[in-house]
């Protein structure tokens, strides 16, 4: 493998690359991506691959990509799952100052293609054979796409449009060229685009969002705000094909040439494991990722003898209260400090059993997280931090800051951001985040940035006096009964969000003359506590349909609606034999809720809610 860092040191950081490379030839011989897979073939145990050997295969298909006549500017798509080769893909693209183009691996045949064509995609490289066969079955509504490269290790030759990764990269080591590669990297201004991310579309057609180098490096500020280090280790399961996970997790992490582990796979499962194999000491997240652990610690505490419950909730209360004191910047007692010293011993064992014993950055964005849990966090000693941002702002405008921590808001601006309110409360961005616009899309982008450069959310908000923003929900999912109330429906649902037996709530009722809800249980939880109660309900329709888990659920949604203004509690419900995806198409990778697609897919359901009331 050729050692590559005899390329002219220390670039201009004044694009993604290099400040890539400059971290890249500090740490050689590191290992910095950790996954199950390895050379295009996934296995059970963690592999590791250091930053010469990542660099070597990328900087082999730039060589490629510009040996096949692509040119500066020129799209790749990327449709896969999160593995190592989607990032020596990107940093491919990135090196030839080319435009990535990231597809959600879950896409139907006709949406990625549309992806593709309205973003002319040359080449496309995807994780799988079936990937690929799907995308080749629309190849004739593709005229740009002239190839698809497929990541997996190819058991047998293939043909073109399909080509091999491996082949691509054995075939780009014999045109790379140092001397050209150090170029075109000083090449690179901050205004070319890096990327163009297409929103999930959950009020109509995607739009590209084009992002550059620019955008991304708005977010620099975070990485020495939070004091990210070359010793931290990233747990990542956000997809690379989102802003989100993008910048926070692989960005992140390149940029102060951290190690980023590839959890294997979304499930609970999989991140228990990764939690408890990897240990990491930064979580970058979405809120559902803390729920679920905190629902799991939980149910392990309640299994446990009764006085056993007794010291943890003891030792959480006294966590909380000692938390509390030092943000507030008051002295603690030393009666409570000595509480506090013997609650940290009790505390340390769920933390190493949970695998968080050593996380000291966790940031949750995304979706709005409760107080209550994120107390849970500061109790057990780790600061959960909430933030706030879209794709369009590259995606962070806000958050709170360890030390500064305001529970209940999305924090204040971060640096070089303005943020205000319209005067129907709708908040408002302006800076060097906001998106260059949308891909050959000029009626979209000036619907949304207005002559003064303030890019309007679709979100409502408020400000206090300190600068600190709370979002209260999306402007377009504000529900408005028939009797003229509004209704923020995220508020309400996400009280739900830390119940062990219900996996989701959607509230219902626009124009409608009360609030219902469709409900998706937690099966797994909901098995368990009725083979302990003797019922017979194994399938996923029988748990939804049996009349003692209906009063179960009635009673927490009875729970939920006490603290509830009159025309906001929910009258009815309706258990839903299945979970939200985004395989299934109800919520978007960052687990948004697609309201209008639930609400015609499931409109039986919602109309029998509504069958005796006329509305």
Known sequence: MRDTRAMNTNFEENNLTAIALNQARLRWNEPKIVSKYRNGKHGTEWQTYTVGESLDQSFALTAMWEHLGLTPGDRIGIMAKNRPRWIFTLNSILLGNFCAVTIYPTLTADEAAFVLRDSGTRYVVVDSMERALLLQSVLDSLPDLEGIVVMDACESPVKAPLYSFDEFVAEGRKHHDEGRRSEVVRSITPDDAAAIIYTSGTTGVPKGVVLTHRNFLSQRPLQTSFDLSPDDIFLNHLPFSHCFGLTADLFGASAVGATLVIADGV???????????????????????????????????????????????????????????????????????????????????????????????AYAGGAPSSKDLCGFYQALGIELLQGYGLTETSPVTNVNFPGRNKLGTVGPPIEGVEVALAEDGEVLVRGECVMRGYFNNPEATAAVVDEAGWFHTGDIGQIDDDGYLSIVDRKKEIIVTSGGKNVAPLAIESRFNTDPYIERVVLIGDRRNYLTALVCPDFDTLRAWAASAGLDCETREAIAAHPEIRALIEARVAEVNQGLARFEQIKKFAILPVNFSTDSGEITPTEKLKRKFIAEKYAAEIDALYADSGR
């Open 267 to 361: 499930e609970p499962a999989n991140i228990r494991h990764a939690l408890q194999t990897i240990r990491p000491t930064v979580l970058m997240s979405v809120p559902r990722l803390y729920e679920k652990v905190y629902i799991q610690v939980h149910q392990v505490v309640s299994a446990k003898p009764r006085f056993v419950q007794n010291l943890i909730a003891g030792a959480l209360d006294t966590g909380k209260r000692v938390f509390d004191l030092r943000s507030e910047r008051q002295p603690i007692p030393a009666g409570l400090a000595l509480k506090h010293r013997l609650a940290q011993r009790i505390l340390g064992k769920v933390l190493r059993q949970a695998g968080l014993e050593r996380v000291r950055l």
